[in-house]
């Protein structure tokens, strides 16, 4: 699985990333644009995804969500790729900003996000477990 291989097995588990969370959480619900989900494939195997969404809460919002490259397809400028192709989907759509969130251990995508734009946000009032945001203005 793209996801659990990207993220690690520990981060995919804690989660319950699954197929089946996905559709009940994501793909059925408003907030889900279809033409903004993005899979790169290799030779017929997927390597890499991404995918723009809305929070109800905060239309004029995008969010920068499940950023994933399998290990296999790191440091090709596929999770560039994929970032910019998400940001032009908002931009498209009239968003104002996008946010994303990520742990403070993966450093090499928050030197990438950092180099399209985007500024951390550190709040203290965030669970560990919910990751760091950060917002593109």
């Known amino acids: 699985m793209l996801i659990r291989d990207s993220f690690g097995q520990e981060f995919a588990s804690e989660h319950e990333l699954t197929a089946e969370l996905f559709m009940s959480k994501y793909a059925s619900q408003a907030g889900f644009d279809p033409d903004g989900f993005f899979f790169v494939t290799h030779r017929g ?3 890499g995804t ?4 809305t929070r109800e809460a905060a239309q004029e919002v995008g969010v920068l969500h499940y950023l994933a490259v399998h290990p296999e397809h790191r440091s ?3 999770a560039r790729y994929l970032s910019l192709l998400v940001l032009h ?3 498209a759509c009239g968003k104002k900003c996008v946010e994303l969130r990520t742990e403070a251990f993966r450093v090499p995508a928050i030197r990438l996000y950092l180099s399209l734009g985007f500024e951390r946000v550190i709040k203290s009032h965030i669970p560990r477990s ?3 945001p950060f917002f593109m203005p």
Request: charged share 20%; aromatic share 18%.
């Open 45 to 47: 195997q997927f390597c």
């Open 89 to 91: 989907r908002h931009r």
């Open 50 to 53: 991404a995918f723009a969404w």
């Open 76 to 78: 090709k400028g596929l």
């Open 130 to 132: 919910v990751g760091n």
